[in-house]
C-alpha cells in the first residue's frame, strides 16, 4: 500500500483514519470484484451441460438372456453387463474372500445377484478385458481375461491371477425397474 | 525481535532483484514515476486500452479452449458456448463487447492526442508506435470477426480481402494466397484464426515499447508545457493509481450495460445466420469501429483509389507529428485550432453514418464531402492554421498555472470535463 | 469544452439511428409487448410451452430447430420424466452403426437434439418448390426487428394491394422485404388446440410461439440479466468507494 509518509498528509489524525479505511475498503472491493470474476472462467473449463447430459446412461436388460453378456458405453468407457447363469453366481459367492488380493464378498458388488454389473477396464493398465463376446477367452475362473498382461476376473469380476491390483470397478447405478438401470 | 518469516521473504526478493532489478524498476516506473499534476480524465484512457488488452486476450484465450475453426463447425462451436458452456455466453458477449469497447477507448485515446498536441516533439515516436497499434488491431479485429463464420463473417471476409485484387497485375494472385484457395473457405478461416491469436501477443510487445517511449519523457498534460520543476509532478502512486481505478469502475459500468443488457446491440443481425457462399446479405456492413474506412473506401468510384485512400486515412496519421506546424502543443492555447478539432470529431462520425447505411441519395453526397474534408483537415488544414494561427500566451510552468485558478478546479474530480 | 463534447454525442446517437423507411421499402412491423424485453425482462414460461406446441404442431413440418436438445426442455418447465416421454416420441438415427455396420433408427432420448423434418438442405427444397425452410433456433437474433418481426411476419399476411406483381406460388406479407414471401401463411383460428384451454386466435399462436422462439435463441437471457444485475449494483458501490477514496488522496495535492 502507498507509504503515506512521503507525503504531505495535511489534516489531523481523523483524516488519516479516514483515509485509511477508504483505503481498505477500496482494497478489499476490488479484490472482491477480482475473485467474482475470475470463477466464470474457471467455470468454463468444468464439463458443459451436454457433456453432463451423457454421464447418465440408461439400460434396457429385458433383451440380455440368461447366461449372456452385454456392453454399453459410459462417459466413454464400456461397462460390462453379465446376467449370471446359477453357477456363476454359485462361484462367485464360494469364495473365502481373506484369500482374495482385493478382498470383496460377492454381495459388496452386486444389488440382484444375477446382474453382475462392472466397467469393463482392466485395473492394472486400463486394457480391455476379454469375455463378451461369444468364444471369448474367459480365464480359469469363468469370468474375465485380460490379454494385456494375463489378469484374470472371476465371476465377480473379482482379480484372481495376474498384475492388476483391484476388481473391476462396480459404476454407481441403480435400478429404476426390474429390467431397467441408469448408470451414473 | 521482528518475525521472521517476512524477513526471509524479502530478502529473496532482494536476492532477485539484485540480480534482475524488477521490483526496482516497477518501483521506479509505477510508483515514484513523476507525473504531470494537472492530467485531467482525458488522460485515463491510455491505462483503460491497457486493460482492455488484457480483458480481450483472456477471455480469446477461455473461447480458444471451446471454439473450432473450421467451415463446419465454427458457427455450432460458438452456439455451443452460448449454450452448453458454463459462463460460456458471459466470456462470448464479454469478448463482442469488449471488442467494441476497446476502440471506443483506444478512438478516444487517440483524439486526447490530436487534441493536446501529444503527438509533437519529442512525442513523436510514442505516436508512431500508438498508431503501430491501432492498425494490429484493426488487423486481429477484422480477423476475429470472421471466426463465428456467420453470413456477415463470410462476406465481410470476401469483400475485404477482394480489396487486394484493385493491386494492378497481381492482385488477383494475392487475393488467392490469402485465400488459401479460390473463395474464402476453410484455410481461409484456419490461419485467420491462428493470426488472429498471434497478433494480440504482438500488439503486447508494441504496447511495452509504447510505454517505454512514454517513460522517456513522461506523460504530456493539459497545457501541453514541459514539467520543468518538482512542484509540477506528482508520484504516480497513489495518485494516479486511484484516480485510474476510478475510472476503470465507471468504465466497466458501461461495460457491463452492454455485457449483460444490450450485447447484441453493436452486432448485426445477420450474423447470426450460418455462412451461405451461394447468398450475399442485402446490406454488407463491418463493424462501427470500421465504418469510417469503409464509407472512404466507397465514396471513390475508382476500385484501386478507393483502397488507397481507406488504407491511406490510417497510414496519414504516421506523419501528423510533421504535418502540424504549430509551435505549441495544447489545442487550449490555439483558438483556431481547438475549433477546427471538432470539425474532424464530426466529419468521423459522418463518415461512420455514411459507412452504415446503403450507398444512395444523401449518404453519397455527404460520404464524398465527409471524405474530402478528412484529408484537407490533415494535409491542408493541420499545415496551414499551425503557420497562421496566433497562440496565446503559454503559463510559466504548470505549477504556477495549478496555483494560479486554484488547484481544485485543475486537479480535482469536481469538473473533469472542464477546459479553460 | 462541454459544448462540443455534448455537440460530438448528440450527432453520434443521431448518426445511430437507422435510415429512414422510404416509401417503397417494406414497413417496419409495429411493437409488441413482450415478457422478455427490458433489463427486468424474463420468458413467460405458460407462453413458451404453448409456443412449443405451436412449433412441434405446426411449424416443425418444414423448420428444424438443430441448437435446441430435448433436455434444453427442462428449462421451460417441463419435468424430467415429461422431457423423456418428449424426446421418446421422436426417432432419430443412431450415431454409430450397428454390429453389420448399418445406420439404425432409435427412440430419441433427452440428450439428443431435437430433430427436423428433413435429412438435408436439398431434402427441404425438394418438398418446398425450391425454397429453403431456414432453421428458427436463433431466427429471432438473426433478423432485424428480433420478435416484432418475426410476429409481424406471422400475423402479416394479406391481400396484395391493387396493380402488385404477385409470382406464382409466393404470397403477399406486409412486411416480408419485398413483401412476397415463399411460406403460406402457416397459422389459421384453432390450429392447435392449447393444453391449458387459452383461445388458440392467430395473434394469440404468434404471440407464443415468438416467445418460445425467442427463448430459444436465447436461452442464458434470465441468468444474464441477474448476474448483471448483481454486476452493475456491486460496480456502483464500487465507483463511489474509488471516487471517495481518490478525493481523500488527491486532497493532499490541493
Excluded at chain 1, 440380455?64 to 454359485?90: C, S, Y
Aim: glycine letters at 8%; aromatic letters at 12%.
Amino acid at each position: 500500500m502507498a507509504d503515506l509518509a512521503q507525503h504531505d498528509v495535511s489534516g489531523a489524525h481523523a483524516g488519516e483514519t479516514r483515509r485509511d479505511f477508504l483505503i481498505l475498503t477500496a482494497s478489499a472491493i476490488g479484490a472482491v470484484g477480482v475473485a467474482a470474476t475470475i470463477w466464470p472462467f474457471i467455470d468454463t473449463l468444468n464439463p458443459a451441460r451436454d457433456t453432463l447430459a451423457l454421464a447418465t446412461t440408461e439400460v434396457d436388460l429385458a433383451p440380455v438372456q440368461v447366461g449372456q453378456r452385454l456392453t454399453v458405453a459410459w462417459r466413454g468407457k464400456p461397462v460390462f453387463i453379465d446376467h449370471r447363469t446359477p453357477e456363476e453366481i454359485k462361484a462367485a459367492e464360494d469364495v473365502t474372500v481373506s484369500d482374495l488380493r482385493d478382498p470383496q464378498p460377492d454381495s459388496a458388488r452386486v444389488k440382484k445377484p444375477e446382474w453382475l454389473v462392472v466397467i469393463g477396464v482392466c485395473t492394472h493398465l486400463g486394457c480391455i478385458p476379454l469375455g463378451q463376446k461369444v468364444g471369448d477367452d474367459r480365464g480359469s475362473y469363468g469370468g474375465w481375461f485380460c490379454p494385456c498382461h494375463g489378469s484374470v476376473y472371476d465371476t465377480s469380476g473379482r482379480i484372481r491371477q495376474g498384475p492388476a491390483p483391484q476388481n473391476l470397478f462396480v459404476p454407481p447405478y441403480d435400478f429404476t425397474a426390474d429390467t431397467t438401470i441408469k448408470i451414473g | 525481535m521482528a518475525d521472521t518469516r517476512p524477513g526471509a521473504m524479502s530478502r529473496i526478493i532482494r536476492w532477485i532483484d539484485y540480480r534482475l532489478p524488477f521490483i526496482q524498476a516497477l518501483n521506479h516506473e509505477l510508483n515514484e514515476y513523476p507525473t504531470p499534476r494537472n492530467l485531467n480524465y482525458w488522460w485515463n484512457f491510455g491505462s483503460l486500452s491497457g486493460i482492455m488488452l488484457v480483458v480481450m486476450i483472456a477471455t480469446g484465450v477461455f473461447l480458444a479452449m471451446q471454439y473450432t475453426p473450421s467451415s463446419e463447425a465454427a458457427f455450432d462451436s460458438v452456439e455451443r458456448i452460448m449454450r452448453d458452456v458454463n459462463y460460456g455466453w458471459l466470456v462470448r458477449y464479454a469478448h463482442s463487447s469488449g471488442a467494441s469497447m476497446f476502440f471506443a477507448i483506444v478512438y478516444i485515446h487517440l483524439f486526447r492526442g490530436l487534441y493536446y498536441g501529444s503527438y509533437k516533439q519529442p512525442r513523436e515516436f510514442l505516436w508512431i508506435l500508438g498508431v503501430i497499434i491501432l492498425i494490429l488491431m484493426i488487423a486481429t479485429a477484422f480477423m476475429g470477426y470472421v471466426l463465428p463464420w456467420g453470413q456477415m463473417s463470410y462476406w465481410a471476409a470476401t469483400v475485404i480481402t477482394n480489396l487486394f485484387s484493385a493491386i494492378p497485375l497481381i492482385g488477383q494472385n494475392i487475393v488467392t494466397f490469402l485465400w488459401g484457395g479460390f473463395t474464402v473457405g476453410d484455410p481461409t478461416l484456419h490461419r485467420f484464426y491462428a493470426l488472429h491469436y498471434l497478433l494480440p501477443f504482438i500488439i503486447v510487445a508494441v504496447v511495452g515499447l509504447h510505454l517505454i517511449a512514454l517513460h522517456r519523457f513522461g506523460s504530456n498534460n493539459p497545457l501541453g508545457i514541459d514539467t520543468k520543476r518538482p512542484q509540477d509532478t506528482i508520484p504516480f502512486h497513489p495518485y494516479y493509481t486511484i484516480k485510474d481505478l476510478f475510472g476503470l469502475a465507471v468504465f466497466l459500468l458501461i461495460y457491463a450495460y452492454f455485457v449483460f443488457y444490450a450485447p447484441n446491440s453493436l452486432l448485426a443481425a445477420d450474423n447470426y445466420i450460418p455462412a451461405n457462399p451461394m447468398q450475399t446479405p442485402n446490406h454488407i456492413v463491418p463493424e462501427w469501429y470500421l465504418l469510417p474506412y469503409y464509407a472512404i473506401l466507397r465514396a471513390v468510384p475508382n476500385k484501386l483509389l478507393g483502397v488507397i485512400m481507406a488504407f491511406g486515412s490510417i497510414f496519414l496519421l504516421f506523419i501528423v507529428p510533421w504535418l502540424d506546424t504549430s509551435p505549441v502543443r495544447s489545442a487550449r492555447f490555439r483558438p483556431v485550432y481547438k475549433w477546427v478539432f471538432w470539425l474532424l470529431v464530426i466529419d468521423v462520425i459522418a463518415l461512420g453514418w455514411v459507412g452504415a447505411n446503403p450507398p444512395e441519395g444523401l449518404v453519397v453526397t455527404v460520404g464524398q464531402i465527409a471524405t474530402l474534408y478528412y484529408f484537407v483537415h490533415f494535409l491542408i488544414l493541420f499545415p496551414v492554421i499551425g503557420k497562421l494561427e496566433r497562440p496565446k500566451p503559454l503559463p510559466a510552468s504548470i505549477a504556477t498555472a495549478v496555483l494560479q485558478t486554484g488547484g481544485a478546479r485543475l486537479g480535482g474530480a469536481g469538473a473533469p470535463l472542464a477546459k479553460s | 469544452m462541454r459544448k462540443p463534447v455534448l455537440a460530438a454525442l448528440a450527432l453520434l446517437l443521431l448518426a445511430l439511428t437507422p435510415p429512414p423507411a422510404s416509401a417503397e421499402e417494406t414497413p417496419s412491423p409495429p411493437h409488441q409487448q413482450w415478457s422478455f424485453e427490458g433489463i427486468f425482462g424474463t420468458y413467460d414460461r405458460a407462453a413458451a410451452q404453448r409456443g412449443f406446441q405451436v412449433y412441434k404442431e405446426v411449424c416443425s413440418a418444414c423448420h428444424p430447430v438443430k441448437h435446441l436438445y430435448f433436455r434444453d426442455l427442462a428449462d421451460l418447465g417441463y419435468s424430467e420424466d415429461e422431457v423423456k416421454a418428449i424426446a421418446s416420441t421422436y426417432q432419430v438415427t443412431n450415431e454409430q452403426p450397428n454390429d453389420q455396420g448399418q445406420m439404425f433408427q432409435r427412440p430419441a432420448r433427452p440428450s439428443d437434439p431435437i430433430p427436423g423434418p428433413f435429412p438435408n438442405d436439398q431434402a427441404a427444397r425438394a418438398a418446398n418448390n425450391g425454397a429453403l425452410p431456414p432453421d428458427l433456433s436463433m431466427i429471432v437474433k438473426a433478423r432485424d426487428g428480433g420478435p416484432d418481426y418475426v410476429f409481424g411476419i406471422l400475423t402479416g399476411y394479406k391481400d396484395p394491394p391493387a396493380g402488385f406483381n404477385l409470382l406464382t406460388g409466393m404470397n403477399y406479407n406486409e412486411y416480408f422485404p419485398g413483401h412476397q414471401i415463399a411460406m403460406p401463411p402457416p397459422l389459421a383460428d384453432n390450429a392447435v388446440t392449447y393444453a391449458d384451454g387459452t383461445s388458440a386466435t392467430v395473434p394469440q399462436m404468434a404471440h407464443d410461439v415468438v416467445t418460445f422462439l425467442a427463448w430459444a435463441a436465447e436461452p442464458n437471457l434470465e441468468p444474464r440479466h441477474r448476474t448483471g444485475f448483481k454486476v452493475v449494483l456491486f460496480l456502483i458501490v464500487t465507483a463511489g468507494v474509488f471516487y471517495a477514496a481518490k478525493r481523500k488522496i488527491w486532497a493532499a495535492v490541493h
